[in-house]
């Protein structure tokens, strides 16, 4: 279960969410639908401990813990977020810039997918996936001329590779996804 109790989300002084109230039983399954603007993602932010309460509660029955570390720790151990802009979760700052896949120069450092899933690699051929989750062609191609939809797909498997996630929140999942 999940609940949001009177949440309140300020955020660069601007009041995001006011008495906000949400209850997930364990048992469900939600798609978030909206306009842009309208909060989808600072939501899923609030959920995956990016974004914080400035006022309200915050309650997991899965999470547990004696201390706030404790407790931090089981948060992201058991719920995954895949950002939209999600090649920022796996490369600093200066390691990248907009559109690089486009762009051959530059590009010498850039980690390969293998490098980004490591040790999961073994575990995700342990797993039974779809083959429409095969990752096996992108494995030596560079993680910054990877598409959106790939790179959705690789954060995802390297994701449930370490452990199948109690949430998974994805940020725009269809995003840059081909039709099939």
Not at 69 to 77: E, F, H, I, L, V
Request: charged letters at 25%.
């Amino acid at each position: 279960m999940i609940e949001i109790i009177n949440a309140h989300v300020v955020k660069a002084g601007v009041k995001l969410f006011s008495d906000f109230n949400l209850h997930i039983a364990s048992d469900e399954h939600c798609v978030i639908t909206g306009l842009n603007g309208s909060g989808k993602t600072i939501l899923l932010e609030m959920i995956a401990g990016v974004t914080h309460l400035s006022k309200g509660e915050l309650r997991f029955d899965f999470i547990s813990g004696d201390t706030w570390d404790d407790r931090y720790a089981d948060r992201k151990r058991k719920i995954h977020y895949i950002p939209t802009h999600a090649i920022h979760s796996l490369l600093r700052q200066d390691e990248f810039y907009y559109q690089q896949r486009y762009y051959g120069i530059g590009d010498e450092k850039s980690l390969k997918v293998w490098e980004i899933l490591g040790s999961g690699l073994t575990s995700l051929k342990n797993l039974n996936i779809p083959k429409s989750l095969s990752i096996e062609p992108l494995l030596d191609i560079e993680v910054v001329k990877l598409s959106d939809g790939q790179l959705k797909k690789v954060l995802f498997l390297k994701g449930i590779a370490k452990e199948i996630p109690h949430v998974l929140l994805m940020d725009y999942p269809f995003e840059g996804l081909d039709h099939q």
